[in-house]
């Protein structure tokens, strides 16, 4: 549907989308606000294993957190399949980021944007 068709919709179904829209917006304004702070945890992470010559990856860890991330969803409701893809999608960002600050290129004042932008 079209921002026209929904002009064109019934002031009811017009009503109850833009509630439903206002709650996504809500909900997206949370998971960037829940992001960011993990970002902020984990750049420490990456400037604390740098210092101490640790890897960037910790293979075991990842299949913990996957593996509990999973039934989280499954409990949630949610698919499994697609929580191990986003958990793997942002911790491929922050092993990333590790490396970067391994390289001794530190990421420029926002955590979770490292030095590239992804606009
Ligand atoms: O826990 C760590 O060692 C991290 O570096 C954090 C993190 C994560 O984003 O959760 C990222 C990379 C590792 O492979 C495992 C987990």
Redesign the pocket.
Known sequence: MSSSEIEQADPSVRAELGALRDSIDNIDAAVVHMLAE?FKC?QR??RL?ADHSLP????A??SR?IARLRALAKDAKLDPAFAEKLLNF??AE??RH?EQIADGVEPGGHPGTAAASHD
């Open positions: 993990r984990t992470v990456g294993k960037p990856a910790d293979p860890r990842e957190q942002i911790i922050v092993i590790h």
